[in-house]
């Protein structure tokens, strides 16, 4: 097996430019806000809690495609979609479920902060684990090195 | 009524450059790396818009194929831009007109996310490859991570309908197809991988 981090060193993902690390947690900042704001403009307080995720769900996942569109070009498909995804899927139902339960007593500007937030986080999570998983993962020990 | 692969990939033709600009950027330079691995009389499946024959080394010998006539028509303004010996062929992989053992390598980038029949497509290398050829694959594939399985499950579901599928199994086809993996590398999370086989 040849080790990870031989290929690490090689990777040239491991140097990127600064603009696309902004752009991540940016475009996550931007999702997160973004879904927190639409779920909360749609989801009532008096809502079932199950509905309330659904929907939230819907929406997140309808605002993440719109979103990608316009991030994918810039930032890259898989780099957008996965945190963008997370983010609209689960954070809308997390979204959905909180204001069900709590939309007297979390004001809009609180819940906003933790839509971004939770965009931050994600995004973090997210580049985190790349960093975990990239490299060789099988390697015949007779196998050519990276070039 | 669906719309064909060729279909789907003749509109996606028109704006394939715009949204892989981005990923151009960032996966360039493993594609870079990957393809300096080709030897020999070499197959690109899916040339697409042409957007990776500049990672391509200058001294090979390649035969690019791709189902969309728009496709080639963008790729061989690329190509000429390029240099090189590269020729174009209009043609399907799942039944590919060349003959057995044609090739040293096979090189094929983010094609078996979109192949209606992908294990068909990988027989079909497999037969025109010569023995003990490699088959360099730079490719998305479903994670194994839960929660990122998930997504990509259901947004196959969306994706398919204008373009690729999101969670296949690409590693597991390709030792289906007869091929030995000799070589899989993470380029992000586990989605994005170079593979190697050989025949």
Redesign the interface.
Known sequence: MTSRSQSMERSTRMTEPLYFCMGDYLAGLFTGLLTAFAVRAIVGPQWDMVVAMLVGMAVGMLLHLTLLLLFIPLLGTFEVMMPSGIIGMYGGMLFGMRDAMQQDVISLSQALAVGGLFGFVVVFVIRWSDRQLRGVVFAKPDSHPAC | MPLTAREKWDWLSLTYD??????D??????K??LF??IQGRTLLVAVGTGNDLKYLPSDCNLIAIDISPRMIQRACTKAHREGGNIRMVLTDVQRLAFGDQTFDTVLTVCTFCSIPEPLQGLHELYRVLKSGGRLLMFE?VRSK?G??AL?LD??TY?TRKFGPDLNRDTVGNVLQAGFQ????????????KAI?ATK
Do not use: C, S, W
């Open positions: 715009l949204m892989t600009f981005g990923e950027r960032r996966q360039g330079g493993e870079r790396r300096a691995k998305h991570i929660p990122f997504f259901f947004m969306l993996l000799q070589r899989e590398e993470n380029v992000y999370l586990d989605i994005v190697e």
